[in-house]
């Protein structure tokens, strides 16, 4: 049997029976696809589990089936996005972005989000909130159950004015700290960026969750900033079961 590739969870998200997830991480074993990944340790067909191509913005996209996580298919653009299907899942890849799992406690839904900065500042948490409260109803939103997942922390994500001054304007600022010893310099935590958006998006505070450590300094994820690879990520995916 081959070693499992490295992931967390969210007690909260395993709390909602029809769903199940993973925040992956690095993979011990050098070769195995994502595909190989999904089927191995999961038993998911890769075609079954949607994701988009990635572009910083606020758009939220519905599940369609062509949308499965095959290598060399056409992607969508947009950076969250959500299923109500049963047999099927949503998925977004990071590596110092904050990935973010969203289900519900009564409604079989469930929804992946990409946010970096620039996905933070254009509102794409909140935006994937109304998405669901214009399918849910507005009631709805206080039963969503959301986890921000592993992603660049105010440890070792240093950003400059530009980025902070986009993150101060947003809720959870208290994230957001000016480091002393670096003039013009500013630690973000991504993490606690999303969850503040989670809960000024009207989710109750204690139906979010943080869910692993800071990517850049925790070797068993991939980051873009230690790593220096564009291409290195790692999937975090929510499925509605059958
Ligand atoms: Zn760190």
Do not use: N
Not at 38 to 61: N, P, W
Not at 111 to 133: D, F
Not at 172 to 200: F, H, M, N
Not at 210 to 221: D, E, K, L, V, W
């Amino acid at each position: 049997m081959k070693p499992l590739p490295h992931f967390v969870q969210s007690p909260l998200l395993r709390s909602v029976p029809w769903v199940y997830h993973a925040f992956l991480g690095a993979d011990p074993v050098e070769g195995r696809d994502r595909r190989e990944r999904l089927r191995e340790v999961f038993s998911l067909a890769a075609e079954t589990v949607g994701t988009l191509k990635q572009v910083h913005s606020a758009s939220v996209l519905s599940f369609e089936p062509g949308d499965g996580d095959v290598p060399g298919g056409w992607k969508r653009e947009g950076d969250a996005l959500w299923t109500e299907v049963p047999g099927t899942g949503v998925g977004v890849h990071t590596a110092d972005c904050v990935p973010i799992l969203l289900a519900h406690r009564k409604f079989h839904v469930a929804a992946a989000v990409h946010a970096g900065w620039r996905g933070l500042a254009a509102g794409i948490i909140g935006e994937t909130v109304r998405v669901l409260a214009a399918r849910f109803g507005d009631a709805a939103v206080g039963e969503i159950v959301a986890a921000a997942g592993p992603c660049a922390r105010g440890c070792c994500y240093e950003v400059g004015e530009e980025t902070a001054e986009a993150l101060h304007a947003l809720p959870g600022e208290a994230s957001l700290l000016r480091k002393g010893k670096a003039p013009g310099k500013w630690t973000a935590d991504l993490q606690g960026i999303a969850l503040a958006a989670l809960e000024d998006a009207g989710i109750p505070a204690v139906q979010t969750e943080a869910a692993g450590p800071c990517t850049i300094c925790s070797p068993r994820f991939h980051s873009f900033r230690r790593e220096k690879s564009t291409t290195a990520r790692q999937l975090s995916f929510l499925y509605i079961r059958d």
